[in-house]
């Protein structure tokens, strides 16, 4: 039998056998395909937004997807212009109760919003009633573009905060107040939604983007009756901007909450990184969407294997260890030099480094047309790696520290 | 109608060839490194530049693609269907080293098509007149020193034997390899170059050339090609021994007459002609087909890919064998008896280079015997001018610019280089091309 990590984590006081869970979203929309995520090994669900059918009459789009597709590469990003659920508040309600009571062990967060104080307060006390273990506020949906609902709420430091009070006053389960990206400081939200009492900070909700324009006809993807929308971007294209959220929440003295991280993750090695960087909890949709629950099985596996691997115990060993190496770009220590330094035996003569550091970097690679082989002008080289980027052998181009007491010549860019 | 061309696996064998679709050459496109100084475009005899149009098909600039291919190489579709691309263009592919090559003949043809169904404007003849200038023979070497010439704004006139331009293409190769639209597609970007094309125009005067620079032509490029297949001493004087030029000839063009129904056929010769004819029998319904080569399995000269499909349609491979005798009756061959046989010397592929090995004779029964083992010259070269210099059978002696002997007289083609591909044969007359503007230039400047 094979040896197995405990990925075990502690959030909001609550107990998650590993750190994955689905996100709020289509994913996890009713009672029978939560189930399913839960048997695939997922430890807890963020159930679909909820909200009362007297406040939100949800109409979906149709179409509602585009992805944004990089040459040959396709689902790079998803753009989506899905809504809070359109099912009846009872139907969910009922799933919810029968989804804790058949899965005792696995963690049930219920996703809430509400358009006016009364709302909030009614859907923190139904989602507790029915079994929920823990509250996420959702603040931040971009489709949902109501002055006191949707992203315009998480944009407003005054409504967060008073939402949150509301929910705490009403319900006693832990609450996570879940931000939008669409923002340029997503700390001052934070915090004003920690003064309310929340007990952690979920991040990011999808971006408001265009993914494509339709050439032939003028009009931007996804095409909903002539017209469409900048609306909730997701997956891999997102996750650099999720990271640097995720690091700066961390990071925040004053905060001091723990985080749940969303945005990108398919890989246990996304995983790793959000872990890294501070999250405790991690929330997945597109890469669910794109390939299914059972991803969630190589996401344990690696991580397990990795543990195992370093000698990892448990994994508030390394949350945060990479974010605690992020400072200000003023404070790099720049005393320290390298140029880089090619493999010839492994260099293919595919000269794409040369090109690259011709047109885009300091002209410092030598390509010798007869052997088709690139070498480095130690002299040229500045060290930017741009070649190591575009080079096709992977370990062909490498880093190579100099004698600091050079002064450089020129300087790219 | 019968249709002589109707295997099934003859059709798998046209379906793999299809071009890319839109999604494949997306695909394929992007596994492209885009080399700097590619090398793919140095191993194309024809300079037709894949290193570029692949880049452009990566950039969606399909028709850009359709125009670097069209504009550097006239015959580019025939290309895309013929080349030897494993040993030439994909041979010097830089994937290689991690994967599979490109599959660039996959992604020509893709282009190719592209630039046809959307039309992409023609090429034209600017006003300019150079001069004119006379090419013998509408092969491929012809075509693309046409091309070139016209481009520089010559008054070419090309005299061609035949009813139809393409040579080699045109008559000897069958249709289920190159359709017969590609031959026709670059055709007519020829002609909307300008070019003028003499149909039947047999050079029966001995003295050609000088009539034609007498006419008034500033120069002359000879592309006859080699148009008479050699044969084998053994089969003369048998009724029912081809040459695999007629052979094939027939079959495309005079299908309905062939019939080989439960008939065995002996195919002479290990290249890709051979192939093609032994690949060709067996569709036109003949029972066995037998391949026989000096050449062993791994040493054949046909491409892999045809060989591949010979296999597929049960061809018995007879390699490393030669014929020793025929059995017949009166002028029919009935039967032929052959042995297998070593290389004396390595690395020298020549039938005097050979010696059989004892108790290995095998006889076979057979119906028809198609010879396939080489070509030469169509013409007696002394027809086109006395004193033109020329080696061996009648290939034609040039030096580096393809200037033969004669002032204002160059050569190129399979008539020069004694038989090659296609793509070579293109190469040489663009080549040529570019030697007869430096001439004239030349020759003007003295003046």
């Not at chain 1, 109409?59 to 009846?88: C, H, W, Y």
């Not at chain 1, 997503?186 to 494509?212: F, H």
């Not at chain 2, 490194?33 to 692949?54: E, H, V």
């Amino acid at each position: 039998m094979k040896a197995q990590a405990d990925l075990s984590i502690e959030f909001c006081g609550v107990r998650f056998e590993n750190p994955f869970c689905l996100s709020s979203s289509p994913v996890g929309n009713h009672a029978e395909m939560c189930a399913r995520a839960y048997d695939a090994g997922w430890s807890g669900i963020v159930y679909k937004t909820i909200g009362l059918e007297r406040s939100f009459n949800v109409v979906m789009p149709s179409p509602r997807l585009n992805t944004l597709n990089v040459f040959d590469k396709r689902f790079v990003g998803l753009q989506n212009a899905e809504q809070i659920t359109d099912r009846p508040i009872k139907d969910n309600i009922k799933d919810l109760l029968w989804l804790k009571k058949n899965f005792p062990h696995k963690v049930l967060i219920s996703s809430v919003m509400g358009y006016v104080d009364e709302d909030w307060a009614e859907l923190a006390k139904m989602s507790e009633d029915a079994g929920a273990d823990i509250l996420e506020l959702n603040f931040s949906c971009p489709q949902m573009a109501h002055k006191t609902a949707g992203y315009r709420t998480g944009q407003d430091f005054h409504a967060v905060e008073a939402f949150t009070e509301i929910v705490k006053k009403s319900c006693k389960i832990p609450v996570i107040a879940k931000m939008t990206p669409n923002i340029t400081d997503m700390i001052p939200v934070a915090l004003a939604a920690k003064r309310g009492g929340a007990d952690a900070i979920s991040a990011i909700n999808t971006m408001r983007a265009i993914t494509e324009i339709d050439i032939n006809n003028f009009t931007p993807l996804p095409n909903i009756h002539g017209h469409s929308s900048p609306t909730g971007f997701s997956g891999p294209s997102v996750k650099p901007i999720a990271m640097r959220f995720v690091s700066e929440l961390y990071n925040s003295k004053p905060l001091n909450l723990p985080v749940s991280a969303i945005g990108g993750i398919e890989t246990w090695i996304d995983a790793l990184h959000f872990l890294l960087l501070g999250a405790t909890n991690l929330q997945v949709t597109t890469g669910i969407m794109r390939y299914g629950y059972r991803i969630v099985e190589d996401m344990i596996e690696g991580l397990s294997d990795f543990m195992i691997e370093r000698n990892i115990q448990s994994l508030s060993e390394i949350i945060g260890k990479a974010a605690q190496k992020i400072v200000d770009p003023s404070e790099f220590n720049t005393r320290f030099q390298a140029i880089s330094m090619v493999d010839e035996a492994k260099c293919i003569g595919c000269g794409q480094c040369y090109i690259s550091c011709q047109d885009g970097a300091n002209q410092a690679m030598i390509f010798d047309k007869i052997s088709r082989k690139a070498s480095v002008d130690e002299e040229r080289c500045v060290g930017c790696m741009l070649c190591k980027h575009v080079c096709p052998v992977w370990d062909c181009i490498t880093y190579k520290e100099v004698d600091t007491t050079k002064i450089r010549h020129a300087a790219i860019f | 109608m019968k249709k002589a061309i109707d295997t099934e696996k003859i059709k798998q064998f046209q379906s793999m060839r299809e071009p890319l679709t839109l999604q494949a050459a997306i695909r394929e496109s992007n596994r492209c490194l885009l080399c700097f100084d590619a090398p793919c475009s140095a191993g194309c005899p024809a300079g037709t530049d894949p290193g570029k149009f692949i880049r452009q098909i990566k950039f969606y600039n399909y028709k850009g693609a359709a125009r670097t291919i069209r504009n550097h190489n006239i015959l580019g579709s025939v290309c895309a269907f013929l080349c030897p691309v494993e040993k030439l263009c994909e041979r010097a592919c830089s994937v290689k080293a991690l994967e599979d090559p490109i599959n660039i003949s996959g992604l020509q043809r893709f282009a190719t098509e592209y630039g046809k169904h959307f039309q992409i404007e023609p090429l034209r003849k600017s006003e300019k007149n150079q001069g004119k200038i006379a090419i013998i023979g509408c092969g491929p070497a012809g075509v693309g020193c046409a091309a070139e010439l016209a481009k520089m704004n010559y008054d070419v006139t090309i005299f061609e034997r035949e009813d139809m331009a393409g040579g080699v293409p045109k008559w000897n190769i069958p249709e289920f390899r190159l359709p017969a639209e590609a031959i026709a597609y670059d055709v007519e970007n020829l002609l909307s170059l300008g070019v003028d094309i003499r149909f039947n125009a047999t050079i029966e005067n001995n003295e050609a050339i000088s009539m034609l620079l007498a006419e008034g032509y500033m120069a002359v490029f000879i592309s006859t090609g080699l148009s008479v297949a050699l044969k084998i001493d053994l089969f003369d004087n048998y009724i029912n021994a081809l040459d695999y030029i007629s052979f094939l000839r027939s079959v495309k063009f005079d299908h309905n007459n062939i019939d080989l129904k439960n008939k065995n056929v002996a195919v002479i010769g290990g290249g890709s002609v051979a192939v093609d004819s032994a690949v060709s029998a067996k569709a036109c319904g003949a029972n066995k087909v037998y391949l026989i080569s000096l050449e062993h399995l791994d040493e054949l000269p046909a491409d892999k890919g045809e060989i591949e499909l010979a296999r597929e349609m049960n061809i018995t491979f007879k390699a490393g064998c030669q014929i020793t005798d025929v059995n017949a009756n009166e002028k029919i061959i009935t039967g032929l008896k052959g042995m297998e046989v070593e290389w004396i010397k390595p690395e020298n592929f020549s039938p005097s280079n050979v010696r059989k090995v004892e108790g290995t004779t095998f006889a076979l029964n057979v119906d028809l015997v198609v010879q396939a083992i080489g070509t030469k010259p169509g013409y007696e070269i002394s027809r086109f001018h006395k004193s033109l210099q020329t080696r061996g059978k009648g290939i034609i002696e040039v030096n580096d610019l393809f200037e033969t002997n004669l002032e204002g007289v160059f050569a190129g083609g399979d008539v020069v280089n004694a038989g090659s591909t296609v793509v070579q044969a293109v190469g040489e007359g663009k080549k040529a091309a570019l030697s007869i503007d430096n001439y004239l230039k030349n020759r003007e400047n003295k003046a």
